[in-house]
């Protein structure tokens, strides 16, 4: 006997594009659901490597037009060495990817070690860049006691496009290997009108022993 | 004869207020686990030459009330006609005169591409003491109009419905411009308050002067 299926015109309820099909307030009901506009693209967790790298189009990762904004998220980003900046770059490469894109950034952070010294908010020239393909650091100092690490987030505007440059904006905390709080925001812009088609994540030196890095879409429709 | 539609309990899961129903975690049964977003998209409205943006509660598919405690709006790729300010207001009921009281705070950061101006700056100028202007998320002329130069960024608009508290709003804005000088980029941080215990229920973008060329404002409701 064949099997009946049920299509999306079989359930009670008005089918309203895009949404999910749930419960109502009384649950008594069936209602259609707004999904998030906050999509998990993908999670790359660090094990003693050496970088972690969003690639458009690679290992599901995407980089393009399909989102107008990209915010990265990392949680917990531990150093294999001590006193490193955790940092990124961009590739605006197809294939073969290296990430070299010229950017200008400006860089403060607020500070305050354990010992209740150092109290102080404060433009860092250490972190900003004028015209630099290097990489941007995030977070600069990082200790790598056992329990120390940094986590933030890096939004990212448009990387598809070929008219504007392209912004980003961050702001992160840091364990900072003199033990003490590092609280930093960085803003630039990839100094190019071709297409941001990766993101890659480094350490200044060592690896990146461990942590999360999560990379979202956020939808506009 | 009556089409037969299939009921909330037809389905062979255990009914949970405003659930989405999906697949359980082994893919072999239905759950009624799974949440609607926490974030989620309201309206996008796409700048073309406008002289101002608006997004009023209950027009064109827009929602700004007691629905949601927050709200956030994204401002995506905005690029002026003329280099200018960048700002906005709100109003209350069906008004439309945008001169609510606000009170607010207004830092930016700046490097240039030539490593000048290295800075972190308060700017008494684009802060606001109980004033109904617009209010500047960036001040003039620092949106460049260069066919490459944008501005991009977030404003958060907490509890705009309130009839009991002042309503908070934090802004972050990336912006640049190439003014003769070596380009530079800024970092503008935008907070405050609207001084009132009246509900907001619209909110307008707009140029210190000339248009806003391109560009996509977003509004997201966020429970």
């Given at each position: ?18 949404k ?37 189009g ?67 020239t250490a ?26 987030e ?68 | ?24 975690a ?56 003329t ?29 240039r ?106 509004l997201?409701?966020?429970?």
């Open positions: 006997m064949a099997l009946t299926k049920f299509n999306y015109n079989s359930f009670d309820v008005t089918p309203v594009a895009s999910a099909m749930g419960f109502n307030s009384d649950a008594d009901g069936l209602t259609s659901i707004s999904p998030t506009s906050m999509v998990l693209i993908k999670t790359l967790t660090a094990s003693s490597d050496s970088s972690l790298s969003f690639v458009n690679s290992s599901d990762v995407v980089l393009d037009s399909t989102y107008p904004i990209y915010l990265f998220k990392w949680i917990n980003i531990h150093p294999g060495n001590d006193s490193v900046h955790f940092s990124f770059n961009g590739s605006d490469d197809t294939s073969s990817h290296s990430y070299n894109i010229t950017k200008t950034s400006t860089h403060f952070e607020a500070l305050l070690y354990e010992g209740d010294t150092g109290a102080a908010v404060q433009y860092n972190g900003d860049l004028a015209q630099s393909t290097g990489v941007q650091s995030l977070g600069r100092g990082v200790g790598n006691d056992n329990d120390q690490a940094t986590s933030g890096l939004w990212l505007f448009s990387p598809s496009s070929t008219t504007y440059v392209k912004h980003f904006m961050h702001r992160d905390n840091v364990a900072h290997d003199g033990n003490g709080s590092f609280s930093n925001r960085i803003s630039g812009y990839f100094n190019t009108t071709a297409a941001i088609t990766a993101i890659q994540f480094t350490f200044s030196a060592g690896n990146i022993d461990a942590g999360k890095i999560k990379l979202y879409g956020i939808k506009d429709s | 004869m009556a089409l037969s539609k299939l009921k909330y309990n037809s389905l062979n899961v255990t009914a949970a207020a405003s659930k989405a129903v999906g697949f359980d082994g893919a072999d049964d239905l759950s009624a686990s799974l949440s609607g977003g926490s974030m989620v998209f309201i309206k996008k409205v796409t700048a073309s030459s406008s002289g101002t943006i608006s997004f009023l509660n209950g027009a064109s598919d827009v929602v700004l009330d007691s629905t949601y405690k927050e709200y956030l709006f994204t401002f995506k790729n905005i690029h002026p006609s280099e200018t300010s960048f700002t906005f207001q709100a109003d209350t009921g069906t008004n439309t005169n945008y001169n609510q009281t606000i009170q607010s705070t207004y830092f930016r950061a700046t490097h591409e030539d490593a000048g101006e290295a800075d972190l700056y308060y700017n008494q100028s684009n802060d606001q003491a109980n004033g109904t202007a617009f209010q500047t998320l960036v001040e003039s002329p620092q949106i460049g109009a260069n066919n490459d130069e944008n501005l991009n960024g977030y404003l958060h608009i907490f509890n705009p419905s309130s009839s009991v508290f002042t309503k908070h709003f934090i802004a972050r804005i990336s912006t640049q411009n190439d003014d003769g000088q070596p380009g530079y980029v800024m970092q503008v941080f935008t907070a405050g308050y609207f001084n009132t215990a009246t509900a907001l229920t619209r909110f307008q973008f707009k140029m210190g002067s000339g248009n806003i060329d391109a560009g996509d404002i977003c997201y409701k966020i429970s």
